[in-house]
């Protein structure tokens, strides 16, 4: 009689009364994950003491803001001037720099959002600015990459197109549709002075959102 119980326990997925947590499930969901660029010791590229690490965050906090605002669920990857490889236990290599990479990406996979917007500031020997975004070899990515490059565009009065690459180790390994936001290019000193104040980190924000806006509108 007992192996009858027994038996039909199993067979009716019956674990126990201690059955572990479903720690995926407890995990935070959302929309989209920002990727604040850079941070801690990785202070990106520079001006002086302008540091992009430190344009990355504020950007990025206000683009949280604004999206949370319009009831889009979204995280922040990173709140403050700290390196994510602190935080990465797990992936055994020497590279700080690989190593932060890839708690980058694993936040993607666990949280299981529906897109990747890494922010970052662009650097040029030359006279180059204005915004460029790159985008993945897929065609969610070029179109989320797209609707963020028409918005900064027209924030910024240029005219550029975004670019596929596949040589950045995020837009290779991240598994939803991901872009780099390459915002302005800290050398030129007009994209420099939008970039370092507040009324300029507002309007990129804002482009931004929009861009990302306009992509849920086609792909919900």
């Given at each position: ?17 201690y ?21 801690g ?24 803001l ?8 979204v ?10 490889s602190d ?17 980058r990406?694993?936040?993607s ?27 993945q ?7 989320l ?13 240029r005219f550029?197109?975004?670019q596929?690459?596949?040589?950045y ?7 939803v ?18 970039l ?5 980190q507002n ?9 990302i ?8």
């Amino acid at each position: 009689m007992m192996l009858i119980v027994i038996a039909i326990l199993m067979l009716t997925g019956w674990r126990g009364e201690y059955e572990p947590p479903n720690v995926k499930r407890a995990l935070p969901t959302a929309d989209v994950i920002i990727d604040a660029g850079h941070g801690g010791i990785d202070s990106g590229t520079h001006w002086k003491d302008v540091l992009e690490k430190d344009i990355n965050l504020a950007i990025s906090r206000k683009l949280y803001l604004l999206l949370r605002s319009k009831g889009i669920k979204v995280i922040l990857n990173r709140t403050g001037d700290y390196a994510l490889s602190d935080d990465n236990r797990w992936h055994l290599t020497r590279s700080r720099h690989r190593r932060d990479l890839s708690q980058r990406r694993g936040l993607s996979d666990e949280i299981g959002s529906s897109i990747f917007v890494s922010i970052h500031v662009n650097w040029s020997k030359g006279k180059k600015r204005g915004p460029l975004v790159i985008h993945q070899d897929e065609g969610r990515s070029a179109m989320l990459a797209s609707f963020i490059q028409i918005n900064l565009n027209q924030q910024q009065n240029r005219f550029r197109l975004p670019q596929v690459a596949n040589k950045y180790y995020l837009l290779n390994r991240v598994q939803v549709p991901s872009v780099i936001v390459e915002t302005a290019f800290l050398n030129d000193p007009g994209d420099r002075a939008m970039l370092t104040s507040i009324p300029g980190q507002n309007r990129l924000a804002a482009a931004i959102a929009s861009g990302i806006e306009s992509y849920f509108t086609f792909c919900p």
